[in-house]
């Protein structure tokens, strides 16, 4: 089976081809994240334009690279090899959505062939399952870490969800981003250089001292507001370094995340972590998260870092294990799906 996934929730416009569920092909990604870093913000109307300009020449692309790669004659033949569209449905701005499904609508229709809906939470999981040779273990925790969601959940199957806990108030991504700006290092999407920030630290002098929201308390649920806060405290105090700042805030996040995780391995008693969201592109999340589940014998999984942020191999590979084709008529945008929404 060939899939051919679209996404486009935020600011990248993305395609991809994935066969046999689980591989890569290939994959094209288009960005307009520097029009946001000129507004210092996402201004919606300009991604949605953006996703519209870039729509129609990255599917394109993703073909002209399928040709090649399977050394096929003309773009004809690719068509005739693939068995079925995947789209992201939601969550996301709704203007950036509208462009991804209206253009896969119209890629299904002239294909003649079924529309998979895919909720882009659930597709993030599916990171974990892209030319994975391992088999993976359910149930299984689920750390989902992305620039809008932090949640916790049980998979117990594919499709077979239970919802732990999740942030009360901003993302784990987000806090990342807004620290990243009150150090001056981007005015959008900050979470990669403030962690590359951090690894300027030769050592944390600041240890303890920014909260851990909610650690010990007895529930999967997440707080990251009260950190962002008491982030832009210790920088208005104008005693100490990016680097020993960006360092303790990375601490005091990662450690939250890994400790109510690990909880929830225990509780649940199960065999496998899944990450999945940009901020599993962190480094010193993913090797805390290692580190920990290696004590207790637990196998973790993770995307490889370029398929942690968006794309849309991961949709295609969600396509493939929760196969819910419908009629495209059906198929409606959907920009506040949460992680339990199966669409
Ligand atoms: O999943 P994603 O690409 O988009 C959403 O669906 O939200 O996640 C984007 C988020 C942003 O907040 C970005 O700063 C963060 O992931 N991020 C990181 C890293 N790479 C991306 N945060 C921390 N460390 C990173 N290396
Ligand atoms: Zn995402």
């Known amino acids: 089976m060939t899939i051919f996934g679209i996404e486009t929730s935020c600011d990248e ?27 210092g913000g996402i201004v919606p109307e300009i991604a949605a334009r953006k996703q519209v300009e870039a729509m129609v020449p990255v599917i394109h692309e993703c073909f002209e690279k399928y040709k090649e790669l399977k050394q096929l004659k003309t773009l004809e033949d690719c068509y005739k090899n693939i068995d079925a569209v995947a789209v992201t449905v939601g969550p996301g701005l709704i203007g950036s959505l509208i462009v991804g499904i209206e253009a896969a609508k119209s890629l299904a229709l002239f294909l003649n062939k079924p529309l998979i809906p895919v909720n882009h939470l659930i597709g993030h999981i599916y990171g ?59 005015k959008y999407l900050g979470g990669a250089l403030l962690s590359k920030k951090a690894l300027e630290c030769k050592e944390n002098t600041l240890k303890g001292k920014l909260p ?49 995780t ?14 999945g969201g940009g901020v599993s592109a962190n480094n010193y999340l993913r090797e805390e998260i290692k580190k920990e589940a290696d004590k207790i014998g637990v196998i973790t999984q993770i995307p490889p870092i370029r398929l942690c942020t968006d794309n849309a191999v991961y949709i295609a590979v969600a396509a493939y294990f929760n196969n819910n084709p419908r009629k495209y008529e059906e198929i409606e945008v959907n920009p506040s799906l949460g992680i339990m929404d199966l669409v």
């Open 262 to 275: 690990i909880k929830a391995v225990k509780k649940f008693n199960v065999k496998t972590i899944m990450l």
């Open 212 to 260: 851990r929201p909610m650690i010990d308390q007895d529930n999967f649920d997440f707080s990251f507001a009260g950190l962002k806060t008491a982030s832009r405290r210790l920088v208005e105090e104008n005693k100490y370094s990016s680097e020993v700042i960006a360092k303790e805030f990375e601490e005091a996040a990662v450690e939250v995340l890994v400790k109510k």
């Open 128 to 186: 974990n399952f892209i030319d994975n040779p391992q088999e993976i273990l359910f149930p299984a925790v689920v750390l989902l870490v992305s620039g809008g969601h932090t949640d916790l959940v049980l998979m117990k199957d594919h499709g077979n969800y239970e919802y732990l806990g999740g942030t009360l108030d901003d993302a784990a991504g987000e806090a990342y981003d807004k620290v990243a700006r009150l150090l001056g290092l981007s």
């Open 13 to 39: 416009t993305a395609a991809a081809i994935v066969e046999d569920g689980i591989k890569e092909i290939c994959s094209v990604v288009a960005s307009s994240k520097e029009f946001h870093e000129k507004t």
